[in-house]
């Protein structure tokens, strides 16, 4: 090739133009729209190109297909990395999908986002966030495998495959990325290897202002695989060893008992001239006079833009054929295991197909009434219990809560390598159990990386009021619409002595504000089993199901209208006495019990009054215009609503006459029985609460 470009072994002058074609492209692109960030998808083109051509298993014309390698831009500000990548493959971006970055309509938005371009895996952009959901993903195919395939040889097994990973030195910044790798070490997963673009550039400039560490030593003490290929070769000349970053993959590839940590050193933007290495290049357009000089030292024409020839594309999009024949070599083994393991076949089948098995509907218990009742964590529990020998797929655990969440499915062994084992929790590689310790950020991003791998259906579990230090990647889930399910329990003040720091207060609301999420928050132990079923069934986006400490009575449904309601988000539980409201009570969680025997004292004193249960908001909304009308007809406008948080979400059912019984601050410690009726949280409150209400009314 050249003296500053090392080719791997059968690459030809034809790949090394591919390279610089990838460079011009991404120059002219942020050109032309005026924003984006280009350095790092010039200097990194060899990278991408030698991952996308050379080494992933990956077919463009089927871009969902099972065996595939994963592939994770979780410096996904750098998006033409990989959408270069996925026109020159032929993934389904054509060059004036490329010309249109950014803008409205076009398949290259400003960061990869999989429900909107073929051929990308994950939404990224959060830093942070894409290489701790390949977290996820690396465990998730183990846990297929074991589902599946346990018996194989490594290697050997048609669920055998890796999830590559680009991260930039924002990613390894933030720290949702260190929990989530710590866990990996401690996992084990060979099947992980993580590319680290170490070009010492970040928006603000160099990052010895801020980011000083061994960062290599760290992923040694992790416990993964750490390896470095540097182009800069300590900074005397700049040699883009392509050859050397491949054999550090293979050589990667064969480490089985470790993820492996690839320090790739590079000058970002190299060879832009008058600009690589300089911070200038990794979120703005080079220019004019700088993209024009990329070219000249390219040897492309300076007056062209987006100039690709028919040579360089006719070769790069050969990789279908190569895919195909790699596609045929791995059908004949995964069809001899379908041949081999019938029952087993049949259960892969059934989880591509996201299908609910026989007997589902029948597993789950239902619950005696009884005035003392369960917590809704416990009932939860229980729940998970019934549904362990009917849904293998279904899998989760709990940022070390497993004991308060009742996330742990009752003699399932947990998913660790089997020399971690402890006295409490027994495990081998292909468990059940996930133990996440307290890496509630990392839980999020690897229940979505789970989830997104395809086949089984995560959860995880922690205090509600913990929800807080996963958020990024819940509105990240969220965004792309994962079906992941978020077991927040201890829901409220009914936490108890723990006090105000423990005591979630604003969450509710803050959590109900995110686009896209559901909020599911069960009044007793029968709604706990039906809001299980009806997540399941809806496969369709996250949902933070949020349950109780403490016990909540069990409702008796033959007075009360049945649990199953739940899956319409809100339902009448028990309607007026004469079928004609005055005033109705709307209540969700542990304060649907004193909605209750308020609707009892008011009747009692010849108010009709309608009882309605709203476990869901969101999934409330989803219901016709008729349906909800049925529910709160708008011709009752003495409402009330019942909740022990900020009622910020609520005002919109309660309009000018309506009343809050909520909690508008913090809360305090000593038991949940004193708190609720210290805050306000009484039949007598609500009794009152409606009363001004039909006096608002008119009533």
Known sequence: MTDTFKAPEGWTELDKRAVDTVRVLAADAVQKVGNGHPGTAVSLAPAAYLLYQDVMRHDPKDPSWLGRDRFVLSAGHSSLTQYIQLYLGGFGLELEDIEALRTWGSKTPGHPENFHTKGVEITTGPLGQGISSAVGMAMAQRRERGLLDPEAAAGESPFDHFTYVIASDGDLEEGVSSEASSLAGTQKLGNLIVLWDDNEISIEGDTSIAFTEDTAARYEAYGWDVRTVDWTNGGTEYVEDVAALKQAIVEAQGVTDKPTFIRLRTVIGWPTPGKAGSHSVHGSALGDEAVAGLKKELGFDPEKTFEVSDEV????????????????????????????????????????????????????????????????????????????????????????????????????????????????????????????????????????????????????????????????????????????????????????????????????????????????????????????????????????????????????RSEYAGAEGLAQGGYVLKDASNGAPEVILIATGSEVQYAVEAQKQLEAEGTPTRLVSMPSVEWFDEQSDEYKESVLPSSVTARVTVEAGIAMPWYRFLGTAGRAVSLEHYGASADAKTLFTEFGFTAEAVVAAAKESLAAAGA
């Open 313 to 556: 594309i006719a070769h790069t999009r050969a990789l279908a054929d190569r895919a195909a024949e790699q596609k045929a070599e791995w059908d004949k083994g995964y069809q001899a295991w379908r041949s081999a393991n019938a029952e087993k076949a049949a259960l892969l089948d059934r989880l591509q197909a996201r299908e609910l098995p026989e007997g589902f509907a029948e597993a789950f218990p239902t619950f005696e009434a009884d005035a003392k009742g369960v917590a809704t964590r416990a009932a939860s529990g229980t729940v998970l219990e019934k549904l362990a020998p009917v849904l293998p797929e279904l899998w989760g655990g709990s940022a070390d809560l497993a004991g308060s969440n009742n996330t742990t499915m009752k003699g399932e062994p947990s998913f660790i390598p089997a020399e971690y084992s402890s006295s409490e929790f027994a495990g081998d590689e292909y468990g059940r159990t996930l133990h996440f310790g307290i890496r509630e950020h990392a839980m999020g991003a690897i229940l979505s990386g789970i989830s997104l791998h395809g086949l089984t259906r995560p959860y995880g579990g922690t205090f509600f009021q913990f929800a807080d230090y996963m958020r990024g990647a819940v509105r990240l889930a969220s965004l792309m619409k994962v079906p992941a399910t978020y077991v927040w329990t201890h829901d409220s003040i009914g936490l108890g002595e723990d006090g105000p720091t423990h005591q979630p207060v604003e969450h509710l609301a803050a959590y109900r504000a995110i686009p896209n999420l559901s909020i599911v928050r069960p009044a007793d132990a029968n709604e706990t089993a039906q809001a299980w079923k009806a997540l399941l069934e809806r496969d369709n986006g996250p949902v933070g199901l949020i349950l109780s400490r403490q016990a909540l009575p069990t409702l008796d």
